[in-house]
């Protein structure tokens, strides 16, 4: 049974810094076979991709480039995110999700994917 649980979050003052991490279990995976994306959702707002990795292929919205950093730890099952130069907007709870790559409807610059597995979210607070 896959299972994916991020960590990481918590309350930060703006121009902060924080790593999230996804810890991923029960896939039977290599390091470029699956998909995974971090993802964000406000309060009153759709839920929005930020950023999505395979094996070392990772791309970014462009709304997102530059602050963040989406990489991956294959050795201890873990994908990461770090938000660098925080901002109160980007106060949300923060899921990962993963899944076998396949096209979808969520999407990125280079392409569009499914993900069928999904954590249960880590919330970011961020004051002024």
């Known amino acids: 049974q896959v299972q994916l649980v991020e960590s990481g979050g918590g309350s930060v003052q703006a121009g902060g810094s924080l790593k999230l991490s996804c810890e991923v279990s029960?896939?039977?995976?290599?390091?470029?076979?699956?998909?995974v994306a971090w993802f964000r959702e406000a309060p009153g707002k759709k839920r929005e991709g930020l950023a999505h990795?395979?094996?070392?292929?990772?791309t970014y919205q462009d709304f997102v480039r530059g602050r963040f950093t989406i990489s991956r730890d294959d050795d201890a099952n873990r994908v990461h995110l770090e938000i660098d130069s925080l901002k109160p907007e980007d106060t949300a709870t923060y899921y990962c999700?993963?899944?076998?790559?396949?096209?979808?409807?969520?999407?990125?610059?280079?392409?569009?994917?499914?993900?069928?597995?999904w954590g249960q979210g880590t919330q970011v607070t961020v004051s002024s």
């Open positions: 999700a993963a899944g076998w790559c396949s096209s979808g409807s969520w999407c990125f610059p280079r392409g569009c994917y499914e993900y069928n597995y």
């Open positions: 029960g896939f039977p995976y290599s390091g470029s076979s699956y998909c």
């Open positions: 990795i395979r094996g070392t292929d990772a």
